[in-house]
């Protein structure tokens, strides 16, 4: 347990640090002013957001679940979720976050195998998501990237989107085999191991995928559901502080651009990125004065609220000794891959 509350005291830290950092450097004589005029009830209504978008995650799971021939109740996906949130925020890269996910749908009665496909099909779901709606981002907002033209970026989104479905028919056809094997030469046996695991994986996730469209289809859906309502927390607070004609599209489209981002960086659960990156692409639409609160209220309402509550979720069903458990969960995962290998 040692080593778990070193962990949680360095990200209490780091989070504070981040947020404090975050607040002193975008607080001018402003920040007083807009802070009396705030409005109470958005907090509510930025919190009942934050609630829809977790339900959508919890009915998603569920529907994926059942696609896989498994069956497990809202109860039991609201801890998965929940899960996800706290050991993604304690690891670098979110890495964390799929084992949990792991941890608690095998509690649930899911068999590993499956379990670790699920896992994957939810994280390609919102990714793919994304990337879908980055081409509207695009063409809306020209003022994403200062210095890169829309034009440009708008030929990236459209490159990363062909290079998606091309990765998809590849490894539905088996073609990226060769690709993976010569890449994972580059590394030593212990990585290589989890590169083919991950491989895998994603090869079962894609059939899935393909084994029932209409599915899959509901799932797609609720996916941007789920992310949507969780962007929609930042145009709730931006209503507390009175701010008229909220342009809620190029609100919530930059949100999907930064959180596109947030999927590939290496800081735990994207904090300091996350901040920053709100900062950078909101400083001239939020009110003078307040884009550091706001990013900082967002993430605590976002992130950090969802994290003590996977952490409750976590001492519940695991004890004390879940980290033990964590270590566990790796090493069968990665038996049971390298056995169905």
């Known amino acids: 347990m040692n080593k778990f ?67 497990i109740t809202l109860y039991e996906a609201v801890q998965v979720i929940f899960g996800n949130y706290f050991l993604a925020l304690l690891t670098p890269g979110a890495t964390g976050g799929a ?35 980055l081409p509207f981002l695009f063409l809306r907002d020209e003022k ?3 210095g890169i033209s829309n034009e440009i970026l708008l030929c990236l989104a459209f490159v990363g989107i062909f290079l998606i479905v091309w990765c998809i028919w590849g490894l539905k056809k088996g073609y990226l085999d060769y690709f993976i094997i010569q890449i994972s030469k580059h590394f030593n046996i212990s990585k290589r191991r989890r590169i083919f695991a991950f491989y895998r994986e994603t090869k079962k996730a894609i059939e899935l995928l393909f084994h029932a469209p209409k599915a899959m289809l509901v ?69 003078a004065g307040m884009v550091g609160i706001i990013a900082v ?28 458990k964590h270590s566990e969960t790796v090493k069968e995962f990665e038996e049971a891959d390298e056995n169905n290998g």
């Open 297 to 324: 209220t967002w993430r605590l309402i976002a992130e950090y609220l969802p994290f003590f509550i996977g952490f409750y979720y976590t001492i519940k069903v695991f004890g004390h000794d879940f980290l033990a």
């Open 99 to 133: 084992v949990a996910q792991l941890m608690f749908l095998r509690r649930a009665g899911v068999p590993t195998s499956k379990a670790a496909v699920l896992v994957v099909v939810r994280m390609l779901g919102s990714i793919f998501f994304l990337a879908v709606c």
């Open 144 to 146: 994403i990237v200062p």
């Open 5 to 71: 509350y070193r962990k949680l005291t360095f990200l209490t830290l780091f989070v504070f640090v981040i947020s404090f950092a975050v607040i002193y450097t975008t607080v001018d004589i402003n920040t007083l002013k807009n802070l009396t005029a705030f409005h109470t009830w958005s907090l509510f209504l930025a919190l009942f957001f934050a609630l829809l978008g977790m339900f959508f995650d919890g009915s998603r799971l569920m529907h994926l679940v059942k696609i896989s021939n498994e069956k």
């Open 219 to 287: 799932f797609f859906i609720e996916s941007g559901l789920n992310l949507l309502c969780l962007y929609a927390i930042v145009p709730a607070l931006l209503l507390g502080l009175g701010v008229s004609g909220v342009d809620w599209f190029t609100i919530m489209a930059r949100m999907i651009c930064l959180n596109f981002i947030l999927y590939f960086t290496p800081t735990p659960g994207g904090s300091g990125v996350a901040e920053g990156g709100f900062v950078f692409l909101f400083s001239d639409t939020v009110p």
